[in-house]
């Protein structure tokens, strides 16, 4: 298949999130979240300008859209600003938004 390069796309990765539960586990859950795909030299800058909480200044950047969160009484969250600075700020979440950025840039697969 013939290479297309593309100025701007996005692509999108299954966030499987571990939940601590009160019995000393955890819960899996997911959901799916798109991302905008930046290049290495805007990633970079975006690390060097910031002062602390560099993956959550990369992830305000990159995490653009997401799809199968429900809050607590069991409705659909629809994206937002205020619902991406919520998720980027649980360790928890956060941590595997970042992993699976980096994996779609690089072309690994999600285990399944």
Same mark, same amino acid.
């Given at each position: 298949?013939?290479?297309?390069?593309?100025?701007?796309?996005?692509?999108?990765?299954?966030?499987?999130?571990? @939940?601590?539960? &009160?019995?000393? %586990?955890?819960?899996?859950?997911?959901?799916?979240?798109?991302?905008?795909?930046? /290049?290495?030299? =805007?990633?970079?800058?975006?690390?060097?300008?910031?002062?602390?909480?560099?993956?959550?200044?990369?992830?305000?950047? @990159?995490?653009? &859209?997401?799809? %199968?969160?429900?809050?607590?009484?069991?409705?659909?969250?629809?994206?937002?600003? /205020?619902?991406? =600075?919520?998720?980027?700020?649980?360790?928890?979440?956060?941590?595997?938004?970042?992993?699976?950025?980096?994996?779609?840039?690089?072309?690994?697969?999600?285990?399944?």
């Amino acid at each position: 298949m013939t290479f297309v390069l593309r100025e701007n796309h996005t692509f999108k990765r299954k966030i499987e999130v571990k @939940v601590p539960n &009160d019995n000393g %586990g955890f819960t899996a859950q997911s959901f799916m979240a798109t991302f905008d795909a930046i /290049d290495s030299e =805007e990633a970079e800058q975006l690390y060097e300008d910031a002062d602390t909480h560099k993956d959550r200044v990369l992830l305000r950047r @990159v995490f653009i &859209d997401c799809d %199968g969160i429900k809050d607590e009484e069991g409705n659909v969250e629809t994206f937002s600003d /205020d619902l991406r =600075e919520t998720l980027i700020k649980i360790p928890y979440v956060a941590l595997p938004l970042i992993t699976e950025f980096w994996k779609g840039l690089s072309g690994q697969k999600t285990k399944n």
